[in-house]
């Protein structure tokens, strides 16, 4: 009689788990703030494979590289993912946010593009390139300069934070335009409004540029300018996000990353940090 009882209570007990489990698994909402392209897409992509884990993704659109951070630290947003990393390092500096950086997911390649040359021996003196007026997007743009044996920047300064004031050898004294906001850039190239224009592959693709296919110059694959998702400190052991990482970093959604983009925009398999 005891052991039926036992078994009885036991029953009943796996039942209110389960109903406790199911019911915090329906209720799990995660807002994540995004770009529109391609982030806003790969999340879309990936909110099956989440609902499946019992978490509804919330995502918002940002058009701006502002508001996204300032929205994650008021806690309107339990994530973002659209930002790269040398530029979510700034924005940590100077903001002083109480941000985790969740880790690389993926990464567009930047190309410099041109209407008026095919190759960059076509340069000439006094040649102007435009880039964006974001800061943490100079020191990228004058690596693949010096790659290219364009310029050169000062001895004991690192690519990765260096700005146009720390070139110390520019032989086509090229000139520099970073006054654009990164999404006007393709409108700057379709208006041919310099000789050589910096855009990030996911603005790119927006009016059919592929930074392997039409830039004059390309970075190269293995840049450190990953787009990583970011969480804040305090919520960044949460399970649901441990969901959408592992989601993100999917072969299934590696491999839907490579094929909808088409190689212009590839995922990055990093670790979480």
Known sequence: MWGSLAVLFLTILMGFSAVEATSFKETTSLRVGASPTP???ILEYIKPQLAKEGITLEIVKFDDYILPNKSLAEKDIDANYFQHEPFYNLAVS???YQFANQGPIHIELMGLYSKRIKTISELE???????SNSES?????????ETAGLVKVAKGVELATATFDDIV???LKLKFIHTVNPELLTQAYQNDEADLVAINANFASTIQLSPTVDSVLVEKEKSPYANILVSRKDNRHD??????????HSKKTQSWIKKEWGGKIQPVNGMIK
């Open 39 to 41: 982030h806003t897409e």
């Open 94 to 96: 100077e903001n002083d």
């Open 125 to 131: 003196m006094g040649a102007t390139v435009m880039v």
């Open 137 to 145: 997007d100079w020191g990228r743009v004058i690596t693949i300069l």
């Open 169 to 171: 050898e520019n032989p």
């Open 239 to 248: 399970e649901a996000i441990k969901v959408l990482v592992k989601a993100l």
